[in-house]
C-alpha cells in the first residue's frame, strides 16, 4: 500500500542556513545587477553592536560633520549640567573608520539609506526630513536612524535571527553584524510590490504601500504587472537560488512605465515576514491550486479603493514609534519614572519661555 502524499504545512521548514540566505551579503553579489547600488560593511566590531544596544539615542563622538554650536543662555548653560553629568557617566563611542566609509559611500552616491542584514529603519524614518524620507548625508543621520528603529532590534540578536529554525545538531552557525548602505533617491511608494514563492511556485503579489492609488484599479494596468513580474522573475530569479530551497519572498519597485523592476530585498517565507494583503492561510491554498491545476493564474491584490481594510491614508506609517526629537534626547541615560519627570520639566520650561 502506498504511503501517503505528505500535504504542505503553512510554513515549509527553515534551517539557520535558509536564514542566513537572505542576509544582505548573501544575496546581494548575485542580484546586484537587478537591485539598487549598495556598499556592504562587513563584520562590525563588537563595540557598534554595544553601541546600537546601549540605553537613549546619542551620537558617537566625530559623528557630526559640523559642531553645533551652543544658543544656550547662562542660565540654561546651568540647567544643563546635569545632563552633561549623565554623558561623562555614560560610556563613549566613536567609530571614525566607519564614520569613514559612510562619507566615502556618500561621496559616490550622493546620499545613502541603511539597513542591517536583514532589517531597515523604515520605522524611523521621521527622524529625518519628511521630504527626503531616510536620506543620510553624513555619519550621524545613519546613526540616528539606527539608533531610534525598532526594526533593526531583530538583527542584534542571533536568538531573534534564528527563530523557528529547525536546529538538527542543536548549533546556529557563525552570524556577522553587517551594515548595508544603499543609494537613496526618491522612491515612489505606490509602486512597491511584494511577491511571494514557495516551492519555486510564483503564488501571488501584493502591493505595499496600504495607501489607495487610482492607478491599480485599471485592469490594463493590473494584466499588464503581472505579466511583467512574473517575467521578470521567470527570467532573473526562478532556479537560480538554490540555498532558499524554492522558499522566498521578494520586494520589488516597478520603474515607471510598470514594465521593469529592481529588486529591493528578500525576505524568508517565514512568520516573521509580513503578507500584506494575503495571509499565510490564503498563500497556502493558492500552492495547492498551484500544483493541481495547469491553467494557475497568478493572483495580484491591491488596495482597490479608499475604504479598503488595509488603506491608512490619514495616518503615517509607524505612527507610534513618532516622539519629539527632544524627547529621545532626554530619553537617554534614563529609565522611564526619570524620563517622565524630566520631560514634565522640559514642558514646563518651554511654556514659561513662551509666556516671557
Known amino acids: 500500500m502506498p504511503s501517503p502524499i505528505s500535504q504542505p504545512t503553512l510554513f515549509p521548514t527553515t534551517t539557520p542556513e535558509n536564514i542566513l540566505a537572505f542576509q544582505f551579503s548573501s544575496w546581494y553579489p548575485r542580484f546586484s545587477s537587478l537591485s539598487i547600488k549598495s556598499t556592504v560593511v562587513r563584520p562590525l566590531e563588537q563595540e557598534f553592536l554595544d553601541y546600537l544596544n546601549a540605553d537613549g539615542v546619542f551620537m558617537p563622538e566625530g559623528a557630526e560633520d559640523v559642531p ?73 543621520d545613519v546613526y540616528m536612524l539606527l539608533k531610534s528603529s525598532d526594526f533593526v532590534l531583530h538583527d542584534l540578536e542571533r536568538e531573534n535571527v534564528f527563530e523557528g529554525c529547525d536546529m538538527a545538531d ?9 551594515l548595508v548602505l544603499r543609494k537613496w533617491y526618491p522612491v515612489d511608494r505606490g509602486r512597491e510590490l511584494r511577491c511571494f514563492v514557495r516551492e519555486e511556485k510564483f503564488l501571488g503579489i501584493s502591493q505595499r504601500d496600504p495607501n489607495y492609488y487610482d492607478f491599480w484599479n485599471e485592469a490594463q494596468t493590473q494584466v499588464k504587472v503581472v505579466e511583467a513580474v512574473k517575467h521578470f522573475w521567470e527570467e532573473n530569479i526562478k532556479g537560480k537560488w538554490e540555498s532558499t530551497n524554492g522558499n522566498y519572498v521578494f520586494d ?105
Open 68 to 140: 553645533p554650536e551652543s544658543s544656550l543662555s547662562d542660565n540654561e548653560k546651568d540647567e544643563d549640567d546635569d545632563s552633561e553629568d549623565e554623558d561623562q557617566a555614560r560610556r563613549k563611542f566613536a567609530f571614525p573608520e566607519l564614520d569613514a566609509k559612510i562619507r566615502q559611500a556618500v561621496a559616490q552616491y550622493g546620499a545613502v539609506f541603511p539597513k542591517l542584514n536583514f532589517s531597515s529603519p523604515r520605522d524611523a524614518a521621521w527622524m529625518l526630513p519628511a521630504g527626503s524620507p531616510m536620506k543620510c548625508t553624513s555619519p550621524s
Open 252 to 356: 520589488l519597485l516597478l520603474t515607471r512605465d510598470l514594465t521593469r523592476g529592481h529588486i529591493i530585498d528578500f525576505n524568508p517565507y517565514a512568520p516573521k515576514t509580513d503578507p500584506q494583503l494575503f495571509t499565510y492561510e490564503e498563500l497556502l491554498v493558492l500552492l495547492d491550486q498551484a500544483h493541481s491545476s495547469p491553467d494557475f493564474a497568478l493572483e495580484l491584490r491591491v488596495v482597490d479603493s479608499p475604504g479598503h481594510p488595509a488603506a491608512t491614508r490619514n495616518a503615517p506609517a509607524h505612527q507610534h514609534n513618532m516622539l519629539p526629537i527632544e524627547a529621545l534626547m532626554l530619553s537617554s541615560g534614563r529609565n522611564a519614572g526619570d524620563f517622565a519627570d524630566a520631560w514634565q520639566q522640559e514642558l514646563e520650561r518651554s511654556m514659561g519661555m513662551d509666556d516671557g
Open 170 to 178: 542543536g548549533q546556529s552557525p557563525a552570524y556577522d553584524l553587517e
